[in-house]
């Protein structure tokens, strides 16, 4: 499974990467919005973890370029932002499994990934 980690802090793209990658996962960084799309346009991805508020835009900027570059990529959303309930209702809408609010459990980021269901091959 390929894995791209969004996240402007070091320490939190450190933390979930080395997660992902003792689950198995190959994992690739971006520490921004013009990282990420770069990494999207050269490499495919099966997930994209994605912190809503980057220094160039926004976690959603990239949900929209990811699902339009790669159909059928999947996307889970971190957020440190109080209003979570907005946020949660357009990242799904957007095509995201799931919004976690920051701190969250690694494990719950695992369990979104390994447990969410894969859509029917067409």
Same mark, same amino acid.
């Given at each position: ?11 939190? +793209? ?9 689950? $198995?996962? @190959? ?10 799309? @770069?990494? &999207? ?8 973890? &994605?912190?809503?508020? &980057?220094?160039? $835009? ?10 339009? +570059? ?18 949660? @209702? @357009?990242?799904?809408?957007? $095509? ?21 269901? +894969?859509?029917?091959?067409?």
């Amino acid at each position: 499974m390929r894995i791209l980690v969004v996240d402007d802090e070091p320490a939190v +793209r450190g933390v979930i990467s080395s997660m992902l990658m003792r689950s $198995g996962a @190959e994992v690739v960084t971006a520490s921004s919005r013009a990282e990420a799309i @770069e990494r &999207l346009q050269a490499d495919r991805f099966d997930w994209v973890v &994605l912190d809503y508020s &980057l220094p160039d $835009g926004t976690g959603l900027d990239i949900l929209k370029e990811a699902s339009a +570059r790669q159909p059928g990529v999947r996307a889970v959303m971190v957020t440190g932002e109080a209003d979570v309930a907005r946020l949660r @209702e @357009e990242a799904l809408r957007l $095509g995201a499994e799931e919004v976690l609010r920051k701190p969250f459990c690694l494990h719950e980021l695992l369990r979104v990934i390994s447990l969410a269901p +894969r859509p029917p091959l067409k």
